[in-house]
């Protein structure tokens, strides 16, 4: 299972746009790339899936290279609900695709 | 739709004492779940997964005889932690995939346990 290096943490001011990198170097030619955002005390709640260039949905953006060895997740004009922990995972699409899980990126949006 | 369900959300025991944990996919049929633990401000670890109709395979270092996973259906798991002890004290959380070999999976809201 390729992994996943993001920021520890991440600060960001209520309205403004903001990228999260994950770098993913070992990266396989099956792998998907996938982004889970949790809050305290749930489980995990998917955002995004991508696998090359740019996926967008009503939450958030995924911007995926050509090397596809990092990837940059956008959060577009945050608020501050939007605090929480962000996960990057790259997913083998084989069977009973085991998740692992770094250590994330914690997003603290203020006022 | 994809909705996952867990019960207890919370639950306190005492040291020594079993206690179980239900996860089920409301609306799909899961043929395999996932267990997670998660300890505060850590990330989410993988105990085990559990196809249904047959035994779950666990991650190293997890022990398989005081976390039973039973999966008798496609849209229940349980998790007995046995015997407990204070240092199982933890974020209890599953996930279930809808087919063998999807890479989707579902989360429930996870279960607080307290081993006094």
């Known amino acids: 299972l390729a992994k996943t290096t993001q920021p520890i943490s991440m600060d960001s001011y209520e309205g403004q746009e903001v990228n999260i990198t994950c770098s993913h170097n070992?990266?396989?030619?099956?792998?998907?790339i996938t982004w889970y955002q949790q809050f305290p005390s749930q489980g995990p709640r998917f955002i995004i899936q991508?696998?090359?260039t740019k996926v967008t949905n009503e939450v958030a953006s995924l911007f995926i290279p050509a090397d596809r060895k990092s990837s940059t997740l956008s959060l577009p004009r945050v608020s501050l609900s939007d605090t929480a922990v962000y996960y990057c995972?790259?997913?083998?699409?084989?069977?009973?695709?085991?998740?692992?899980f770094g250590t994330g990126t914690r997003l603290q949006v203020t006022l | 739709g994809a909705v996952v369900s867990q019960h207890p959300s919370r639950v306190i025991c005492k040291s020594g004492t079993s206690v179980k944990i239900e996860c089920r996919s409301l609306?799909?049929?899961?043929?395999?779940m996932f267990w997670y633990r998660q300890f505060p401000k850590k990330s989410l670890m993988l105990m085990a997964t559990?196809?249904?109709?047959?035994?779950?395979?666990?991650e190293q270092g997890v022990e398989k005889d005081k976390f039973l996973i039973n999966h008798a259906s496609l849209t229940l798991s349980t998790l007995t932690v046995t015997s407990a002890h204070p240092e199982d004290s933890s974020f209890y959380i599953c996930?279930?995939?809808?087919?063998?070999?999807?890479?989707?999976?579902?989360f429930g809201p996870g279960t607080r346990l307290t081993v006094t």
């Open positions: 991508g696998y090359k």
């Open positions: 559990s196809n249904e109709g047959s035994k779950a395979t666990y």
């Open positions: 609306d799909f049929q899961a043929t395999t």
């Open positions: 995972l790259v997913v083998s699409t084989g069977t009973a695709s085991k998740l692992t």
């Open positions: 996930s279930a995939s809808m087919r063998s070999g999807s890479y989707e999976q579902y």
């Open positions: 070992n990266i396989a030619t099956n792998d998907y």
